[in-house]
């Protein structure tokens, strides 16, 4: 494989090479956010979970919120996502707060495990209106 570096290009080249290096990063970060996050709700094997919780860190300290709100808002709204109305806000401004950030909160990795694991289990509590839920609320939620 071959790599391509910026720094060989004079400023014209750069200025014309540089839009459609942004789109395309901008289309690919999108794109792998929310596949990401959807298979996070329950479907993705516990033993990948680790590696692609990772991937959605390193997007995130990047990402400026506006580029990626959507992707994130439209995975997380699925109906797979059984958790309820007041779990996605939770889950949501954590993404929020940890976009374009030197790192994300401690509890981020955690509460991805803990959201893959509510929605891999037949457990009632840990569809919306549940034991399991509340405390998840609880626990994630970021005070304002």
């Known amino acids: 494989m071959t790599s391509i570096s910026l720094e060989g290009l004079n400023a014209e080249q750069t200025a014309a090479v540089n839009p459609i290096i942004e789109s395309f990063k901008a ?5 792998i956010l ?6 996070c709700v329950g479907i993705a094997q516990p033993e990948v979970l680790g590696p692609m919780t990772s991937l959605i860190e390193i ?5 400026q919120w506006q580029d990626i709100e959507a992707s994130v808002s439209s995975s997380i709204d699925l109906e797979s996502f059984q958790m ?4 996605k806000k939770v889950v949501y401004e954590a ?6 950030s030197k790192h994300t909160s ?9 959201i893959s694991h509510m929605h891999q289990t037949d ?7 549940g034991e399991a839920v509340f ?3 609880e626990k994630y939620k970021i005070e304002e």
């Open 59 to 63: 997007i995130l300290n990047f990402s």
């Open 84 to 87: 309820g109305n007041e779990a």
């Open 123 to 129: 457990d009632n509590g840990s569809i919306a209106g």
């Open 106 to 114: 401690p509890n981020f990795a955690k509460m991805i495990e803990e």
């Open 27 to 31: 289309a690919i970060q999108k794109d």
């Open 135 to 137: 405390q998840f609320i």
């Open 95 to 100: 993404f929020r707060q940890s976009t374009n």
């Open 34 to 39: 929310s596949t990401i996050v959807v298979s």
